[in-house]
């Protein structure tokens, strides 16, 4: 049951991210490395790959895919978060609390651990191998 609950917060966490990233677009595209080209295609394409992984961890059958491309997408992201902090970097119309920013960071890896989890349907396990051992 706990799972359950996890797996539907996780969901949930990426759900409205995922709308986020087409409602507010121009916001997360400020926290895009400035290296990298096209920001905002960078959004519209992981607002949608979150979206995605939502449909991916709900559906049974590939759970815990969706969940192992999330966990890595959560740490694809990671240089964005980084960015945001260490640029200190407006967002959603203001300044965020750089305390915010830079707990955000350790968070991530909270949401990875929740990720792999709550997709693993393993009741005893954290990550079970491919060949079912623990």
């Known amino acids: 049951m706990l799972k359950s609950i996890l797996r539907l917060?996780?969901?949930?966490v990426f759900f409205i991210g995922g709308i986020g990233h087409f409602?507010?677009?121009e916001?997360?595209?400020g926290i895009v490395p400035p290296i990298l080209p096209w920001p905002m295609l960078i959004v519209w394409?992981?607002?949608l790959l979150e979206l995605l992984l939502v449909v991916g961890i709900l559906w049974p059958a590939q759970r815990r895919l969706a969940g192992k491309?999330?966990?890595v997408y959560c740490l694809l992201v990671l240089p964005a978060n980084i960015y945001q902090a260490l640029s200190d970097v407006p967002i959603f119309?203001?300044?965020v609390a750089p305390e915010l920013l830079w707990l955000r960071i350790p968070l991530q890896f909270v949401l990875i651990a929740a990720i792999l989890w709550s997709t693993n349907d393993n009741p005893?396990?954290?990550?079970q191998?491919?060949?079912g051992d623990v």
């Not at 005893?124 to 990550?127: E, H, M, V």
Request: aromatic share 4%; proline share 8%; glycine share 12%.
């Open 9 to 12: 917060l996780v969901c949930l």
């Open 23 to 25: 409602l507010l677009a």
């Open 27 to 29: 916001d997360f595209a």
């Open 45 to 47: 394409l992981t607002g």
């Open 69 to 71: 491309l999330a966990a």
């Open 93 to 95: 119309g203001g300044p």
């Open 124 to 127: 005893k396990a954290l990550i």
């Open 129 to 131: 191998s491919p060949s």
